[in-house]
């Protein structure tokens, strides 16, 4: 083997290695992004909620309806 050859190798192995590594850490940061999100919707959920028992609220004291 040629020391070009070997240098070639190196450096692909080197690449992969790295690129491997990177794919790893993203994959590792989108699962959090995603349960993130997941709990994101969740409270955006409750605070829907909230909002509706409030107008319930605002309209049997005031007898309109909340607009």
């Given at each position: ?17 790295f ?12 699962t959090?992004v995603?349960?993130n999100?997941?709990?994101i ?6 605070l829907?909620?909230?909002?509706a028992?409030?107008?319930g609220?605002i309209?049997?004291f005031?007898g309109r309806?909340?607009a």
């Amino acid at each position: 083997m040629t020391p070009e050859l070997i240098a070639i190798l190196s450096v692909g192995v080197a690449l992969a290695g790295f690129i491997r590594a990177v794919h790893r850490d993203l994959s590792d940061r989108i699962t959090r992004v995603e349960k993130n999100q997941d709990e994101i919707r969740g409270a955006i959920a409750e605070l829907r909620e909230r909002m509706a028992r409030l107008e319930g609220v605002i309209e049997g004291f005031t007898g309109r309806s909340a607009a």
